[in-house]
């Protein structure tokens, strides 16, 4: 029911940066773990990031480490996903998911609700 939408995707040189947003259509109580995936086309969706509702818990994968941060406003019910140093091999769609609970996970099946996406394309 909760709409996701994210914004912030363009077109980039490599090296440069992009930061991602993912804005609930209305605040949850609960706790959750919000999370970032992107695909390629004829790709599978890959995990990119994720974090718990306290901030304290994220979890990136290895292509991004280092790179990317993913950040929460709980105030603003917005996730961020702040990419630097970008790749070629970072042009996807990237979409926020949301899980309901405090643990964070990297798996797709394991986030109920998705965003629409946004497009990120990375130049040589």
């Known amino acids: 029911q909760v709409q996701l939408v994210e914004s912030g995707g363009g077109l980039v040189q490599a090296g440069g940066s992009l930061r991602l947003s993912c804005a609930a259509s209305?605040?949850?109580?609960?706790?959750?773990?919000m999370g970032w995936f992107r695909q390629a086309p004829g790709k599978e969706r890959e995990f990119v990031a994720a974090i718990a509702w306290s901030g304290g818990s994220t979890y990136y994968a290895d292509s991004v480490k280092g790179r990317f941060t993913i950040s929460r406003d709980n105030a603003k019910n917005t996730v961020y996903l702040q990419m630097n140093s970008l790749k070629p091999e970072d042009t996807a769609v990237y979409y926020c998911?949301?899980?309901?609970?405090?643990?964070?996970?990297?798996?797709?099946?394991?986030?109920?609700?998705w965003g629409q996406g946004t497009q990120v394309t990375v130049s040589s």
């Open positions: 209305k605040r949850t109580f609960s706790s959750y773990v």
């Open positions: 998911a949301k899980r309901l609970g405090e643990v964070v996970r990297t798996t797709p099946a394991d986030f109920g609700s």
